[in-house]
């Protein structure tokens, strides 16, 4: 089980352009409204858009990169009929934008789709790369009910993408017909053209076995202070599909129906937002203060898999990398210096942000306004503990450690440092382990008004190390 604490929380949106569409406004329906009245139109583009416009497709921001110019119809390549939809996938340095991606957009007043259980389509490429999402429920407005699958691995010859809908009851009103985005990761920076026909929502009938998850399926434990919030993370959907194999998509909060088993600590809304509302109630048998509530959800009478449980406390945080607090800004979570062989830095792994090295010798995080970043030193003066997770991702070996230097004024003439060692015994192997260090405890830290570098070293005992969850705290 993978433990973080929940201490302090101000929501920062994921980079990229696809936080479009897992955060969206509330939608609200009158009494008086008669949803059946919406068209129960599936198709979206055969050999033409259906129920769009002729400028049906709405790109990303070219601000941030995305390319608008490979964007087409074709007349000589489609899998049914004569015409296909045609996205030729530019290069890195393209000077229009290095990436392609946008949504399609029901330009009336959206659609019904309770009928239908999965949006499906053929997808034929120029080569075997991989489209880093498809999906719907995004229209630049609301996206409550937007749902993502990544990395669709493309086949010279047509093959068919189905995309489950978690729960088709939510989607009495859609706009957000579907949603692409797709670079050169997969190729090296070469571009290459795919193509989509037969594009539409179908009732297969033949997807089972629904399992939806939060938290990435795991069970977590978390701490916060009373009136900030948390959010759910990790959430999504699997079913087993036609041919037997499971599709797993990312699904928004708005699908799920949430609770919450103790509300004098801490309630959840419609959209994932853990807010701690209280510090509990004491029990009348026990005198026992219970300041505890887990969080728990479903997704159409099935049972998520996953849960928090998030405890109500009163404590200050100086967050350095963490997916639920305020994190303060870094320079970098690898500095890359010439003398070190450390690769990695922040990753993905199943819906949590983690920070994960290989080849490691020594790396630092730093934090200093390394190359006139303007990044602010910390200052960590009222706090008394680091914490940090760490994840040993190989065999724990006797004389292996990881040793956790501060510098204080780095890079300065007043430079400081003080350093904490934690030996083998108390290291796991693929475990989390969590470790609160007193700041006392690094010897040498002339003073913390200034933190600029927090580094890990092993020197080459262990090759292969995870860390998350890296903050300064105080108990009040």
Not at 57 to 85: H, L, Q, W
Request: aromatic content about 12%; some cysteine; overall charge negative.
């Amino acid at each position: 089980m993978k433990k973080f604490s929940l201490r302090y929380y101000v929501i920062f949106p994921l980079l990229g352009l696809l936080c479009v569409a897992m955060i969206g406004c509330e939608r609200g329906f009158s009494d008086d409204v008669d949803l059946a009245t919406f068209p129960v139109t599936p198709d979206i583009f055969t050999d033409a858009p259906v129920g769009l416009t002729d400028e049906f497709f709405d790109s990303f921001d070219p601000a941030v990169g995305a390319n608008t110019e490979g964007f087409s119809t074709d007349d000589s390549e489609a899998y049914e009929g004569t015409t296909s939809i045609r996205i030729d996938v530019p290069t890195p340095n393209d000077p229009n934008g290095g990436f392609i991606g946008g949504i399609f957009k029901d330009r009336g007043d959206g659609r019904n789709l309770t009928g239908y259980d999965a949006l499906t389509f053929w997808v034929k490429g120029s080569t075997t790369a991989t489209v880093g999402v498809f999906g719907f429920g995004s229209d630049f407005e609301e996206d409550k009910y937007a749902v993502s699958l990544n990395n669709t691995e493309l086949s010279t010859d047509w093959k068919k993408v189905i995309i489950p809908i978690p729960d088709p009851s939510k989607l009495v009103q859609e706009k957000g017909m579907f949603l692409f985005s797709a670079g050169t990761e997969s190729t090296n920076g070469v571009g290459y053209t795919f193509w989509i026909d037969e594009l539409r929502f179908e009732n297969l009938g033949t997807l089972g076995q629904p399992r939806p998850k939060i938290f990435g399926g795991q069970d977590q434990t978390g701490q916060a202070n009373v009136g900030t919030s948390v959010p759910v993370i990790g959430l999504t959907y699997t079913a087993n599909g036609p041919n037997g194999l499971d599709i797993t998509v990312n699904a928004a909060p708005s699908y799920f129906d949430f609770d919450s088993s103790n509300p004098f600590v801490a309630s959840v809304d419609e959209f994932g937002l853990v807010t701690v509302d209280g510090p509990g109630e004491v029990d009348p048998e026990t005198g026992e203060l219970i300041n505890t509530s887990v969080i728990t959800a479903d997704l159409a009478g099935v049972d998520a898999d996953g849960s928090l449980t998030i405890e109500a406390v009163n404590i200050d945080v100086i967050s350095i990398f963490s997916d639920v607090f305020a994190n303060e800004p870094v320079d970098n979570f690898n500095g890359f210096y010439l003398e070190q062989n450390t690769l990695g830095g922040d990753v993905d792994e199943d819906g949590n942000n983690v920070i994960t090295y290989t080849q490691l010798d020594f790396v630092a995080i730093e934090f200093y306004g390394r190359d006139g970043s303007d990044v602010p030193p910390i200052d960590a003066t009222e706090m008394t503990h680091l914490h940090i997770d760490v994840r040993v991702n190989e065999n724990v070996d006797p004389g292996d450690f990881v040793r956790f230097a501060l510098f204080n004024n780095f890079t300065t003439p007043s430079e400081s440092e003080g350093s904490f060692t934690i030996l083998s015994n108390d290291l796991q192997a693929n475990q989390w382990v969590e470790f609160d260090i007193p700041l006392s405890s690094f010897i040498g830290l002339g003073g913390r008004e200034a933190l600029g570098a927090l580094f890990t070293v092993t020197d080459n005992t262990i090759s292969t190390l995870s860390l998350d969850n890296i903050y300064f705290y105080s108990e009040n």
